[in-house]
């Protein structure tokens, strides 16, 4: 575009400067939507997961804590925590001391898979 004085103009009209931004908001708002949406989604699985290990750590607690042994084997139970009702799964195995048993508390967290975490008790001397 040439102007009165016959030099040529450099750089962008304002009607192309708006017509690339808009371009720029139409491609660039899915990808901000997108990584708000995982953004929260990964936000709920490190709260869950957070619970998740705060509910083991009790169990293994509740474990270390009791005057009866664990038994070798599998349970398994519900708890109530934070107003929301979890599973949880307990391994106990014998270990090369036998004075001490390891536990695998397995705590199921709904769609998103499971938390473990291992732990180990050991036998109480009566007095």
Known sequence: MKSIMGKRQKGLSLLELLIALAVFA???TPMLTG?????????GNAKERTLASYIAQN???ELQLND???SVGRKQGEVEFVGQEW???QE???TADENMRRVTVVILTGEQGSF?????VGK???D
Do not use: Q
């Open 26 to 28: 139409i491609f660039i």
């Open 68 to 70: 009866e042994w664990p």
């Open 35 to 43: 990584l708000y949406a995982a953004s929260v989604t990964a936000i």
């Open 124 to 126: 109480k001397e009566k």
């Open 87 to 89: 599973r949880w799964e």
């Open 59 to 61: 169990h293994l607690a």
């Open 116 to 120: 473990s975490m291992i732990g180990f």
């Open 92 to 94: 106990v195995a014998n």
